[in-house]
């Protein structure tokens, strides 16, 4: 049994992972949701005497040893502005928000100054096995005893603890996940336009294109704030958005103009510098065909279908120009970005396929629609980002999410399956 009471405001899906989670440690926790909706709560968790659903946040912060915070990031100092005067004395707070630049000011503006905060995240979402996954420990304003406790409290998660920094943390999300979801965000907003379901079609099944759409398909079964919060609230990401989405516009215009040589050169250039010298006989790759080419929406065609990977090529194009290394922040990765780092290095570490890419790029107009599209795509996420736009954000993310709506459930299925055995491959062989 655990020696401190936790503090759960905040019971949408991660808020109930940790609650669960924590309880079933043995802990005792007190929780309730922003809105209060204390009678459906109290029905769901009935049967678990260790998890208390108090009728307010009030409640919670009152009488709770660690109080966690998990709430959409927008709304952070709002409700830390209601309920974080009224912490009980000598709790330790945090929170579970995706961006923490908004969250440690609104601790530090509503917060007693003689409350410690210990903040954490878990990078990844709710449907993800926490175990051996990178979570986040932000010390903030405490002692050591008080992170040792929280340590103690989040152990029974089985992740691996990553100490940082509220400013490391925000710079490494943003250079792991703002970029990797507006690239995914792109594509979905692109099939939509040309009113494509991509698992209908030859030409996006199999190996890599397998990875894009149920990459794309899971972020769209998701909640828009998850994103909006990091994109919008997280300082360092902006212009990451921003470098991705004039990456994709000047590889495209290459591509329109025919010219080889520049095109095939920037390629190259970015290639030196993300991926430095050519792969080894023998050294492996993050991903492997048999993988790749195991989980699909649709029937795979007799015969792959040559693609020029526009997104991927700008991926690695905006890591160059960022002076990024993908690979310095795999401790701190999700399972999403460890996927889209991996089929861009199939790529990339695969001479012949990239300059297949190329060739395809400049020579063969059969994805130029979808290009053309993806290229809108990527620049209106951008502006929406770079407006600051939350209900311009939303607006897109939900008309897109209507459309594929039909098979989001299917979707995230196979994506949990997809995650859980390429992570069992990758963890034993890193064992190995």
Not at 28 to 38: G, L, S
Not at 197 to 215: A, D, T
Not at 244 to 265: D, I, N, P, Q
Not at 356 to 381: G, K, M, P, Q, S
Request: hydrophobic share 40%; glycine share 6%; net charge negative.
């Amino acid at each position: 049994m655990g020696d401190a009471v936790v503090g759960i405001i905040g019971m949408g899906d991660m808020g109930k992972m940790y609650a669960r989670r924590i309880s079933k440690a043995g802990w005792k926790v007190h929780a309730c949701d922003v809105p209060e909706k204390t009678t459906a709560l109290k029905h769901e968790f009935a049967d678990n005497t260790n998890i208390s659903i108090l009728d307010s946040g009030h409640l919670v912060s009152r009488s709770s040893d660690w109080i966690m915070y998990s709430v959409e990031a927008k709304n952070i100092d709002a409700i830390v502005g209601l309920y974080g005067p009224s912490t009980k004395v000598g709790a330790i707070v945090g929170g579970q928000t995706s961006t923490k630049a908004p969250e440690i000011a609104a601790f530090e503006k509503h917060l007693p100054k003689d409350i410690e905060i210990v903040t954490c995240h878990s990078l990844h979402g709710p449907g993800v096995n926490p175990k051996g996954q990178p979570l986040a420990i932000i010390k903030h304003r405490a002692s050591d005893k008080s992170v040792h406790l929280v340590e103690r409290i989040l152990s029974c998660l089985e992740s691996k603890f990553v100490a940082l920094s509220a400013e490391q943390h925000d710079r490494i999300t943003a250079d792991t996940q703002a970029v990797t979801h507006a690239a995914f965000l792109s594509m979905g907003t692109a099939w939509q336009a040309n009113n494509q379901f991509p698992w209908e079609l030859p030409r996006y099944i199999g190996g890599i294109e397998n990875v894009k759409i149920n990459l794309m398909m899971r972020i769209y079964s998701q909640k828009w704030h998850v994103y909006a919060g990091l994109a919008i609230l997280n300082p360092a990401a902006r212009a990451q958005i921003r470098q991705y989405a004039e990456s994709v516009t000047e590889l495209f215009k290459l591509m329109l103009g025919g010219h080889r040589e520049e095109f095939a050169a920037r390629i190259h250039k970015a290639k030196a510098a993300v991926f430095g010298a050519p792969r080894k006989d023998g050294e492996e790759l993050l991903l492997h065909d048999e993988l790749l080419d195991k989980f699909s929406l649709g029937e795979k065609p007799a015969s792959r279908l040559k693609n020029n990977h526009l997104s991927l090529l700008a991926i690695v194009d905006c890591w160059w120009h960022l002076d990024i290394n993908p690979y310095d922040h795999m401790i701190c990765s999700t399972p999403l970005f460890r996927l889209w780092l991996g089929i861009t290095e199939y790529v990339y570490r695969n001479d012949e396929l990239l300059e297949e890419c190329i060739e395809t790029a400049i020579n063969d107009d059969t994805f130029r629609a979808d290009d053309l599209e993806f290229t809108f795509a990527a620049r209106d996420w951008s502006e929406r980002v770079s407006f600051g736009n939350m209900d311009g954000y939303r607006e897109r993310f939900e008309k897109i999410q209507k459309y594929f709506e039909p098979r989001l459930p299917e979707a995230k299925e196979i994506g949990n399956q997809m995650i859980r055995t390429i992570e069992e491959n990758l963890s034993s062989r890193r064992k190995a």
